[in-house]
């Protein structure tokens, strides 16, 4: 195999990455505060397969990272006393036993205990670092766009929103959740508002992913016929030196 081939297999490989994530991209459209993602990629110079005179350099494609693009999701009413909709560039502070998760999923609910907890169980955190704990004998509970958990007249904790300076420290962990990768502490979210009865959905446009999803398949079409014109060449090549000795 050549210098050629081993470079378009190579970005074969990226782009069937790449199609993988357009294809979760619009599998979750409808996710709760799902944030469309996107491959990255580089290049990454290495020596040729083979060279006949003076040698050229060859540069690979190589899947660098995958990107998160955390822009605003639309917020829609849903009227549930626990649906918590972001707005702003802060995150819900939930607690697992792998440790402190964010997420901008808010659909929450009570436990049998009366504490607020995500879908699958996991505490939601207050201010401090502590639980949220609803008493249904108070009557109502209302959620102030601050976070201010009360029932009638009795405050009942604050809910703790977290933002990073940089969002690149957040690693995807599964459940719609993210971890800090790094050791720079969350600050504080003063500006970003909760909305009660709401919730954020996925910021991903249905229209420009499946544009995307169709470039993409088109350009792995087209290497794949570049390489099999390219090895094509190569046997022709072959045969005709053959024939010469």
Known sequence: MDNALYVGLSRQLTLRRELDIVANNIANMDTTGFKVES???ETEPAAPA???GAPRPVKFVLDRSVGRDFGQGTLRSTGATFDLGLQGDGFFRIQTAAGEQYTRDGRFHMDPDGRLVTEDGQMLMGEGGGEIVIDPKLG???IAKDGTVSQGRELLGKIAVARFGELSVLEKVGENRYRNTSNA???AAPDTQIHQGMLEGSNVKPIAEIT???E???AYESMAKMMDSNAELSRRSIER???LN
């Open 39 to 41: 491959l990255m990629v």
């Open 50 to 52: 083979q060279t006949f």
């Open 140 to 142: 109502p509970v209302s």
């Open 185 to 187: 502490q969350p600050q």
């Open 212 to 214: 995307r999803m169709i």
């Open 216 to 218: 993409v398949t088109r």
């Open 241 to 243: 030196m053959g024939k």
